[in-house]
């Protein structure tokens, strides 16, 4: 079941990063890059924009690897889910005419679009689906009990003929057996359809924090049934640890 659960990461305030690539080897390499991360309106996605006007900043032949860096970035999120509903703007930086590369672009931006993260608190979006259920109405009590029980909102009741139909939406991870109980609860004479109904803010009461050593930071996983979505990082693959074990003291030391 947890396979199908598209959780998000988002942020609620906004932040500055900065990411500087300085490379001496076989051939130099230089690259600066400031980005600017803004929440959005819930369901807009990601946005990438370019504000950078002065062409010897950065030059407009380099800004789809800035971008590439910063997807990059984006596609992990803070703890593996990837971003959404924000917007990640370019707004300064730096080049040299002959260090400058496209990959110490991408390198750049990805730096700084980690750093501008690093000051930031992470937000759990869920996925939510949108239910119609179909009953008689002397089954409808029943199945608002079991609705309650799976942090159900109900947004209208439509008598229709013999029957009532009840339009909710419920989080995807909630979903469970309804496909099962409400055929049970309607003594089968009910009906059920769903369809994605975008992200919602998981409660903070829902999540759980563990630690990675290997990316040498906290990752805020959603809580389901009782157990962290995942005990290995969505991230690098590590076995993820409790903030407060001795394997964490231990790599924090």
Request: hydrophobic residues 40%; negative net charge; contains cysteine.
């Amino acid at each position: 079941m947890l396979g199908w659960l598209q959780y998000r990461e988002t942020i609620r305030t906004p932040g500055t990063g900065q990411g500087r690539v300085i490379r001496q080897s076989a051939s130099d390499e230089y690259a600066h890059v400031e980005v600017l991360v803004e929440p959005i309106e819930r369901g807009q996605g990601f946005a990438f924009l370019d504000l950078v006007t002065e062409q010897d900043r950065i030059p407009s032949r380099l800004i789809g690897h800035v971008e590439t860096g910063v997807l990059d970035v984006a596609a992990r999120g803070f703890s593996g889910f990837g971003l959404t509903d924000i917007a990640v703007s370019v707004i300064d930086g730096s080049y040299h005419d002959t260090d400058s590369t496209p990959s110490a672009f991408a390198d750049a931006a990805a730096l700084a679009l980690g750093n501008a993260l690093a000051q930031l608190v992470p937000v759990i979006l869920e996925p939510m689906l949108s239910v119609t259920v179909s009953v008689p109405m002397r089954f409808l009590s029943p199945v608002f009990g079991a609705l309650n029980m799976r942090r159900a909102h109900i947004e209208k009741t439509v008598h229709h003929g013999d029957k009532d139909e009840v339009i909710f939406v419920l989080p995807q991870s909630e979903f469970g057996d309804c496909l099962q109980e409400i055929p049970i609860i309607s003594e089968g004479t009910g009906t059920l359809s769903f369809r994605f109904a975008g992200h919602r803010e998981l409660p903070d009461g829902l999540t759980m924090k563990l630690y990675c050593a290997r990316c040498e930071r906290e990752m805020v996983l959603p809580e389901v049934g009782g157990e962290p979505y995942s005990r290995t990082c969505l991230i690098c693959g590590s076995s993820l640890e409790p903030p407060d074990s001795a394997a964490v003291r231990d790599a924090i030391r």
